[in-house]
C-alpha cells in the first residue's frame, strides 16, 4: 500500500524523511538504566509501525533519534505522535538513485515514491526504503560490470556532490538537536 502516488517531475513533500526525533516520556526516580529502558520500550512501542534501523541518544535530555528503513513508516509516527514531542529529523541512509536511462531499464521501480528527469538528462530515482534503494544500486549495476557506484549528497539545486562522506551526515544528524525544519542534503547514489 503506498502513502504517496509516483510522480513524474516533481518530489511529494509529504515524506521527508526515514528519521524522527522524539521525546522519551517522563518517568520518575531514572537511574543510569532508566534511559536503556526507556528507549527499549520505545523501540518495542515504534516496531508496530515498521522494521526500525537504529534507535540513538541524543545530546538533548531525554530525546532519541528513532531511523526506519521505510519513511512511510516515520510518517506514521509522525502523524501519530506529532507535536512537540515527536519531529522529523534528517534522512538516515539512501533513498534516492542517479541513474542514465540504460541504468534506469535495470532497476524495478515499482517501490518508487518519486521519479524526476534532472537537467542533466539522468533520472532521480527515489524509494520510500533505503532497503530497496540499496538493491535497486545494486541490480543496476549488475550487467554494468567496471563501473563505479559513488555513494554522495544531493543538495537543494538537485546536483549530486559525490564524495561527502556518510560520516558527516551522521554527525550533522546527531548535531541536529531542534525540530530539523531546515532539509538537510538527501544522500544520493550516483552512477558514474
Not at 554494468?144 to 559525490?162: F, V, Y
Amino acid at each position: 500500500m503506498r502513502s504517496s502516488a509516483m510522480t513524474v517531475g516533481s518530489r511529494p513533500k509529504a515524506i521527508v524523511s526515514n528519521c524522527v526525533f522524539m521525546r522519551l516520556p517522563e518517568m520518575g526516580g531514572m537511574n543510569a538504566h532508566g534511559v536503556a529502558t526507556r528507549e527499549q520500550a520505545l523501540r518495542k512501542e515504534l516496531e508496530k509501525f515498521g522494521d526500525i534501523a537504529a534507535v540513538r541518544e541524543c545530546k538533548e535530555d531525554d530525546v532519541v533519534q528513532v531511523t526506519f528503513y521505510d519513511a512511510r513508516c516515520a510518517a506514521s509516527v509522525l502523524s501519530m505522535y506529532n507535536g512537540d514531542n515527536c519531529y522529523y529529523g534528517p534522512q538516515d541512509g539512501c533513498r534516492t538513485l542517479v541513474l542514465d536511462k540504460q541504468r534506469l531499464a535495470h532497476v524495478d521501480i515499482s517501490q518508487a515514491s518519486d521519479i524526476s528527469i534532472r537537467q542533466d538528462g539522468k533520472f532521480s530515482v527515489e524509494f520510500f526504503d533505503t532497503r530497496t534503494a540499496a538493491q535497486a544500486a545494486s541490480a543496476s549495476t549488475g550487467s554494468l560490470q567496471g563501473e563505479a557506484l559513488t555513494e554522495g549528497s544531493e543538495g537543494d539545486d538537485g546536483t549530486s556532490q559525490s564524495g561527502r562522506s556518510s560520516g558527516a551526515a551522521e554527525e550533522a544528524a546527531q548535531d541536529s538537536t531542534n525540530k530539523a525544519s531546515v532539509a538537510a542534503p538527501r544522500k544520493v547514489f550516483n552512477m558514474q
